[in-house]
């Protein structure tokens, strides 16, 4: 393990789990936290750190997931996961066309497209918003202690999730920016069409990790020990009978938080194909409405996310800098399918 800070925001789905360490217990070994025994075995780490990563769920026994307290014991192999290979690529720029919303000296605000990753990670060592960012901009600067930089980056979005982001341009812009969205202080506002008919608005609170089953996505889960805090808020845009427009207002910026807790309560995204939202869920069984989401499905080959507004305190004025953007055409179409299709049932 590195010194690299745990992000809480959120990651690319495709992003997978690589084995860094491998320790296989002596037989002469005696009961002892797993936290206490990782210190003395991995250089450049702390408690703290390795506490973070197994409640991030980055730390297994025997290829099961453990709390921090797990006493090992002879026979046992401890492997440390992490969201990143053990070596990555040199970062190159590349002319990559960035949809810019704002900028000044401290920093940009652009409009990710769907389909762009954000970071160069496994199978995506190229073609992502930091290779463009190499190429538009001098001297980016990046965090402290990171073993893989990623000049400028703050925050993150899905490969497929789409709207705006806040880049920095300084060292002094990202420090500033990066502890507001460790502070909270960040204002974040998503579009989200899921399936169901939502009754009313609502708050979704619960523990996010990853899944003990599948390592490429997320999972709730109601031990408050295990997992990382998560909370979303959402209300009730527009109403399509088998689907529904939600406004979601993030407390916290968990990895793949709203598709998650959409799907924990019952709704997920439309076409999310992580979380179950690629097959009809809702509405009947005849071959006309099977026809209208399928094709529905083609118009937008994603999840139904947009990240819509954004506001933060501008690192060097103090100035509140708040930022909206259209909904993307593939959403739209979408909306005003379900629109007319909603109109024509009553």
């Not at 909270?184 to 989200?192: D, I, V």
Request: include cysteine; glycine fraction near 6%.
């Amino acid at each position: 393990m590195t010194d690299e800070k745990f992000d809480d925001s959120e990651l690319d789905e495709s992003e997978d789990l690589f084995e860094h360490h491998r320790i296989a217990i002596d037989a002469g070994q005696q009961p002892l936290r797993i936290d206490k025994f990782l210190i003395a075995r991995l250089p450049n780490t702390s408690r703290n750190r390795i506490q973070d990563a197994a409640k991030s769920g980055y730390i297994r026994v025997n290829d099961e997931v453990v709390k921090s307290n797990y006493k090992v014991k002879p026979g046992d192999v401890v492997t440390v996961e992490l969201p990143h290979p053990v070596r990555e690529s040199e970062l190159l720029p590349e002319d990559i066309p960035l949809d810019i919303v704002f900028e000044d000296d401290d920093c940009l605000v652009v409009n990710k497209q769907a389909g762009l990753v954000v970071h160069p990670g496994y199978s995506n060592y190229t073609g992502t918003m930091v290779n463009a960012m190499l190429f538009h901009f001098d001297n980016l600067p990046v965090k402290k202690g990171e073993e893989h930089p990623r000049p400028g980056l703050v925050h993150r979005l899905d490969k497929n999730t789409t709207g705006l982001m806040v880049l920095a341009k300084t060292d002094h812009a990202l420090t500033h920016l990066c502890k507001q969205f460790f502070d909270r202080t960040t204002e974040r506002r998503y579009l989200a069409l899921v399936w169901g008919d939502i009754a009313e608005d609502g708050t979704i609170t619960g523990n996010l990790s990853r899944s003990l089953k599948n390592r490429k996505v997320m999972d709730v889960f109601p031990d408050a020990d295990f997992g990382k805090h998560a909370v979303t808020h959402y209300k009730v845009l527009r109403r399509f009978g088998y689907v529904t427009l939600v406004e979601c207002k993030l407390e916290t910026g968990r990895t793949h938080q709203i598709r998650i807790h959409m799907k924990f309560i019952g709704h997920p995204l439309f076409n999310d194909p992580e979380y179950g939202g690629n097959k009809i869920l809702k509405g009947p069984s005849f071959s006309k409405y099977r026809q209208f989401v399928e094709n529905t499905f083609k118009f937008l080959p994603r999840q139904a996310l947009h990240a819509k507004s954004l506001g933060f305190i501008q690192p060097r004025t103090g100035e509140l800098m708040r930022f909206d953007s259209e909904i993307p055409e593939d959403m739209q179409i979408v909306l005003d399918r379900w629109e007319k299709y909603s109109a024509n049932e009553r």
